[in-house]
């Protein structure tokens, strides 16, 4: 029972820490794109629509395409998952009228996703690597010391 709740847990806040990043990558562009045509605020309904749309997607990515965007490197299950989503993003952009039927500028949220996404999956290699290095250094002074307490 433990080890379920703890690994439900563990997806869970991967889910909501991912949402989160997606959720200020699409702020931002929104925030771009309303200060264009000199717009300087946005409704608190966007706002929600945003959070809660990153929120599902970010789901699917976990349940539906085996988290792409944690993968070990780029490939072509990588790139169709990666544009099932942006494409589900695309439809929910057009259909709650983000950018007022400005198809260039939904076309470009498609681009700046697949920018993100790519943006992510760097980040996870590069955290999954730093934690590899720390783990391998843990284990050699371990060894070296045998069995000393180390923090």
């Known amino acids: 029972?433990?080890?379920?709740?703890?690994?439900?847990?563990?997806?869970?806040?991967?889910?909501?820490?991912?949402?989160?990043?997606?959720?200020?990558?699409?702020l931002f562009y929104c925030a771009c794109y309303l200060i264009w045509w000199d717009t300087?605020?946005?409704?608190?309904l966007q706002i929600a629509e945003i959070a809660f749309l990153s929120y599902f997607i970010c789901n699917l990515q976990v349940f539906a395409f085996n988290n792409f965007d944690e993968a070990d490197s780029v490939t072509g299950k990588?790139?169709?998952?990666?544009?099932l989503c942006t494409g589900l993003y695309l439809l929910a952009v057009y259909f709650m009228d983000w950018f007022d039927d400005h198809v260039l500028?939904?076309?470009g949220f498609g681009a700046w996703q697949l920018f993100c996404y790519y943006c992510v999956y760097l980040?996870?290699?590069?955290?999954?690597?730093i934690d590899t290095k720390n783990f391998n250094q843990l284990l050699e002074a371990y060894k070296k010391g045998?069995?000393?307490?180390?923090?």
């Open 78 to 83: 990588w790139w169709v998952s990666a544009l």
């Open 105 to 107: 500028v939904i076309l």
């Open 40 to 44: 300087f605020s946005i409704s608190l």
């Open 123 to 129: 980040v996870n290699k590069l955290k999954r690597h």
């Open 146 to 151: 045998k069995g000393q307490d180390y923090d």
């Open 1 to 26: 029972m433990k080890d379920r709740w703890s690994h439900y847990l563990s997806r869970e806040i991967s889910i909501k820490y991912k949402a989160g990043i997606y959720s200020l990558c699409h």
